[in-house]
């Protein structure tokens, strides 16, 4: 009974998904004819290990980042049935099924099962499991496709993510701009945390930000610039200084003396004549709404001509009354000329009027960004200090889905493999454990999976690390360091001790130094080197044997 408690205070502190779409229901059918098909067989009971793993990287990368952890653990805390549950469940299973199958599925929670994972957040590769479920086989199937979907998505957007940042590099601004073109609600408010977890810095996204506390941020869009027809529209012109003891009186005169004096600048006489009255009365109102922190979308007419200038007009004013600004956002165009040449009009305005902060003003650039975009403008040079990225960013366009799998790897003990004719798809059975072995430079070197019952690695002594299927992929390696890569984060009922629920921040510090440990030619973008994933040779010669005892023999005629 002291257990079942523990399990309850265990469930009130983990919490519920974050997706209150997420149920038991949210489930393939077939999970649900398997598991009366379970039950009627009387293998309901039957203690199963399953694995969830991927079998390919994304992105035709060498490696993923894992996400998604937190959200299966507090469906698995919250895992249960309903009573309007079971109800629909009657309508869509044939009318044979029997009544008590149903009152069985109304008692079942979660008690039993236990969850070994590897720490969200982590750099993870191919075969390795990323969870290990273990319990009676009815549920542990019903966990497929939540698992699936909760993990598949988080864990391509976050690796996503950390492919952008790679990138950008790590003294650029990322600002996730994706809500408006994600799939859907879920899609949008998934992105945004799991971009965060991945090494962005910020959302646009004010949904997430309250959620999860993440800092949001944002400009303006070109419909406010277009809003406005002309300066006369700015009836109130008073402005406070920043030192609160003095007003201007006319904050619009005196951003249009700084126009003309911009104008007068002979250095700048090749960039514009007259520019957009309407784009400068948007400028001037939005300063005079964000004094502390202006920033002008300067893409609406023509950058050079008239953003630019009559955003440095009314930066300028804004300065003479005490107040720094922030910066501008280009949304068309070529981004690295025009960073480059925005970069220079905003050096020589310092130079010119001995103001200070005007070469530093931040230069944001949006519009259909990806990685290859910022790895193009890294190569041709550009002054972008922060990127706002949406679209690509979001949906992956680059890789709509990553495969992640779960498969059973052990019932009642007895280990089980899936074979195939592609060897990618031969699943690695046995209940195992995995390590991650350092080498003397602080690098990981290669992950290796044992059998449960072996001998763990141990720092200093030489390991024979064998590839899964093929026989002359092998080497000898001394781990400087060895790493357990499994723990436990649900323990059900069992009285295990229990792995805390990492924050979003640690698990986004996780993430960043699990790449820092990882050799730069694994992470490059273009035709990165493998990481091995090995196994020890005893699970080896395991694999191979229980391979050709379930494999039929062919016969030729
Ligand atoms: N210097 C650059 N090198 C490589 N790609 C760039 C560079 N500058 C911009 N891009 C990218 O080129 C694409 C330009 O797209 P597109 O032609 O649709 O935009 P645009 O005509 O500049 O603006 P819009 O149609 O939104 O007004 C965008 O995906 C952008 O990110
Ligand atoms: O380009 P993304 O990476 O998706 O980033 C988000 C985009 O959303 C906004 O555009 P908006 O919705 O105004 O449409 P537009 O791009 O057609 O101007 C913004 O100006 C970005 O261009
Ligand atoms: O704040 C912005 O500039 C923004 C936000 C979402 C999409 N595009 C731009
Ligand atoms: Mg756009």
Same mark, same amino acid.
């Given at each position: 009974?002291?257990?079942?408690? +523990?399990?309850?205070?265990?469930?009130? &502190?983990?919490?519920?998904?974050?997706?209150?779409?997420?149920?038991?229901?949210?489930?393939?059918?077939?999970?649900?004819?398997?598991?009366?098909?379970?039950?009627?067989?009387?293998?309901?009971?039957?203690? @199963?290990?399953?694995?969830?793993?991927?079998?390919? +990287?994304? !992105?035709?990368?060498?490696?993923?980042? !894992?996400?998604?952890?937190?959200?299966?653990?507090? #469906?698995?805390?919250?895992?249960?049935?309903?009573?309007?549950?079971?109800?629909?469940?009657?309508?869509?299973?044939?009318?044979?099924?029997?009544?008590?199958?149903?009152?069985?599925?109304?008692?079942?929670?979660?008690?039993?099962?236990? $969850?070994?994972?590897?720490?969200?957040?982590?750099?993870?590769?191919? *075969?390795?499991?990323? $969870?290990?479920?273990?319990?009676?086989?009815?549920? @542990?199937?019903?966990?497929?496709?939540?698992?699936?979907?909760?993990?598949?998505?988080?864990?391509?957007?976050?690796?996503? @993510?950390?492919?952008?940042?790679?990138?950008?590099?790590?003294?650029?601004?990322?600002?996730?701009?994706?809500?408006? *073109?994600?799939?859907?609600?879920?899609?949008?408010?998934?992105?945004?945390?799991?971009?965060?977890?991945?090494?962005?810095?910020?959302?646009?996204?004010?949904?997430?930000?309250?959620? !999860?506390?993440?800092?949001?941020?944002?400009?303006?869009?070109?419909?406010?610039?277009?809003?406005?027809?002309?300066? &006369?529209?700015?009836?109130?012109?008073?402005?406070?200084?920043?030192?609160?003891?003095?007003?201007?009186?006319? #904050?619009?005169?005196?951003?249009?003396?700084?126009?003309?004096?911009?104008? @007068?600048?002979?250095?700048?006489?090749?960039?514009?004549?007259?520019?957009?009255?309407?784009?400068?009365?948007?400028?001037?109102?939005?300063?005079?709404?964000?004094?502390?922190?202006?920033?002008?979308?300067?893409?609406? #007419?023509?950058?050079?001509?008239? %953003?630019?200038?009559?955003?440095?007009?009314?930066?300028?004013?804004?300065?003479?009354? %005490?107040?720094?600004?922030?910066?501008? *956002?280009?949304?068309?165009?070529?981004?690295?000329?025009?960073?480059?040449?925005?970069?220079?009009?905003?050096? $020589?305005?310092?130079?010119? !009027?001995?103001?200070?902060?005007?070469?530093?003003?931040?230069?944001?650039?949006?519009?259909?960004?990806?990685?290859?975009?910022?790895?193009?403008? +890294?190569?041709?040079?550009?002054?972008?200090?922060?990127? %706002? $990225?949406?679209?690509?960013?979001?949906?992956?366009?680059?890789?709509?889905?990553?495969?992640?799998?779960?498969?059973?790897?052990?019932?009642?003990?007895?280990?089980?493999?899936?074979?195939?004719?592609?060897? &990618?798809?031969?699943?690695?059975?046995?209940?195992?454990?995995?390590? *991650?072995?350092?080498?003397?430079?602080?690098?990981?070197?290669?992950?290796?999976?044992?059998?449960?019952?072996?001998?763990?690695?141990?720092?200093?002594?030489?390991?024979?690390?064998?590839?899964?299927?093929?026989?002359?992929?092998?080497?000898?390696?001394?781990?400087?360091?060895?790493?357990?890569?499994?723990?436990?984060?649900?323990?059900?009922?069992?009285?295990?001790?229990?792995?805390?629920?990492?924050?979003?921040?640690?698990?986004?510090?996780?993430?960043?130094?699990?790449?820092?440990?990882?050799?730069?030619?694994?992470?490059?973008?273009?035709?990165?080197?493998?990481?091995?994933?090995?196994?020890?040779?005893?699970?080896?010669?395991?694999?191979?044997?229980?391979?050709?005892?379930?494999?039929?023999?062919?016969?030729?005629?």
């Amino acid at each position: 009974m002291a257990s079942l408690e +523990n399990g309850q205070i265990r469930k009130a &502190e983990i919490g519920k998904t974050t997706n209150p779409m997420v149920s038991g229901l949210l489930c393939d059918m077939y999970q649900f004819t398997m598991a009366y098909a379970y039950w009627k067989a009387g293998k309901h009971l039957d203690y @199963a290990v399953f694995d969830l793993f991927h079998r390919k +990287n994304p !992105f035709r990368g060498e490696y993923t980042i !894992f996400a998604g952890l937190e959200e299966c653990i507090r #469906f698995t805390a919250n895992f249960h049935f309903e009573e309007s549950e079971i109800d629909y469940l009657r309508t869509i299973l044939p009318p044979t099924c029997e009544d008590a199958f149903f009152q069985y599925l109304q008692s079942i929670d979660c008690s039993d099962v236990k $969850i070994y994972a590897i720490p969200e957040g982590s750099v993870v590769f191919p *075969r390795v499991p990323l $969870i290990r479920v273990e319990g009676p086989v009815l549920i @542990a199937q019903l966990l497929e496709t939540p698992f699936l979907n909760l993990v598949n998505y988080a864990s391509l957007v976050t690796t996503n @993510a950390a492919r952008h940042r790679q990138v950008a590099g790590n003294e650029k601004i990322l600002v996730e701009f994706g809500l408006r *073109r994600a799939q859907g609600p879920d899609g949008g408010i998934s992105a945004s945390k799991y971009c965060y977890m991945g090494g962005f810095d910020a959302t646009s996204n004010v949904d997430a930000g309250r959620r !999860f506390g993440i800092p949001v941020r944002g400009t303006h869009s070109h419909a406010f610039v277009s809003s406005f027809m002309g300066l &006369e529209e700015i009836t109130n012109r008073s402005l406070q200084y920043s030192s609160g003891r003095q007003v201007c009186n006319d #904050f619009v005169s005196l951003t249009q003396e700084w126009l003309r004096k911009l104008q @007068a600048v002979s250095s700048l006489r090749g960039y514009f004549r007259e520019t957009n009255r309407s784009e400068l009365a948007a400028f001037i109102s939005y300063a005079m709404s964000f004094p502390t922190q202006f920033q002008a979308l300067v893409d609406t #007419f023509d950058v050079l001509r008239s %953003g630019i200038p009559n955003f440095c007009a009314v930066a300028l004013a804004l300065n003479e009354l %005490g107040y720094k600004s922030l910066g501008i *956002r280009l949304d068309s165009g070529d981004l690295a000329y025009l960073s480059n040449e925005t970069r220079k009009f905003f050096c $020589i305005v310092e130079d010119e !009027f001995a103001v200070t902060g005007f070469k530093e003003l931040i230069i944001t650039a949006s519009n259909d960004i990806k990685e290859e975009t910022i790895d193009a403008l +890294n190569k041709q040079g550009h002054e972008v200090d922060s990127f %706002g $990225i949406g679209t690509h960013l979001v949906t992956c366009s680059a890789q709509p889905a990553l495969g992640c799998v779960y498969k059973l790897v052990e019932i009642n003990k007895h280990p089980r493999m899936k074979l195939s004719q592609d060897i &990618e798809k031969v699943t690695i059975p046995c209940k195992k454990e995995a390590f *991650r072995l350092y080498g003397i430079e602080g690098y990981a070197l290669l992950d290796i999976m044992k059998g449960e019952n072996e001998l763990a690695p141990k720092e200093g002594q030489r390991l024979l690390c064998r590839h899964p299927f093929s026989e002359s992929k092998r080497a000898y390696v001394v781990p400087q360091r060895v790493e357990q890569l499994f723990k436990c984060f649900w323990a059900g009922n069992s009285g295990l001790p229990q792995e805390p629920l990492p924050s979003l921040t640690e698990i986004r510090e996780r993430c960043k130094a699990q790449l820092k440990a990882m050799r730069s030619d694994h992470l490059r973008g273009l035709n990165p080197t493998p990481y091995k994933v090995s196994v020890t040779a005893s699970l080896y010669e395991f694999i191979h044997s229980l391979w050709l005892s379930e494999a039929p023999v062919g016969e030729l005629r």
